[in-house]
């Protein structure tokens, strides 16, 4: 598991509803995230890694209908890479082509990843996430 940061977590319990929970391959845990628009995730790789594959799920009813994806190497600027358009289920949601869409192969290439719910399909904006993994090489 990579250094991670979140906008939000619900009532700000993070043993209950922390960020870690994205990454601990449990179906009985999940980040959940406080009220508000635009929620995001920043994952900072510990060496580069040549993205290939996202893989999310949310809680039905709490998913984002938009998300953006920045991503930068080291010491550089966030850009944006490319955005999917998830579901509003619980099903485990794997994008293929997302990261490499915009870019030369070479450029896919990143030290840091910024998912941002730009859309939450819950009236007061929450996001609730079980399940967070980012594939590829280094």
Not at 41 to 51: G, N, R
Request: charged residues 25%.
């Amino acid at each position: 598991v990579c250094p991670c940061r979140v906008s939000s977590v619900l009532n700000r319990d993070v043993k209950q509803f922390g960020k870690k929970h994205m990454f601990d391959a449990s179906e009985e845990t999940c980040w959940n995230s406080d009220q508000g628009t635009c929620q995001w995730v920043t994952l900072d790789f510990p060496c580069s890694v040549k993205i290939s594959q996202l893989h999310i799920q949310f809680q039905g009813g709490f998913s984002s209908r938009l998300c953006t994806l920045e991503g930068c190497r080291e010491g550089k600027e966030l850009e944006q890479i490319s955005t999917v358009y998830p579901e509003d289920s619980n099903a485990m949601q794997i994008s293929f082509a997302a990261l490499g869409a915009r870019f030369q192969v070479e450029e896919t290439v990143l030290d840091k990843l910024k998912i941002t719910f730009e859309n939450s399909t819950d009236f007061f904006g929450r996001i609730v996430v079980y399940h967070l993994r980012v594939l590829g090489e280094r």
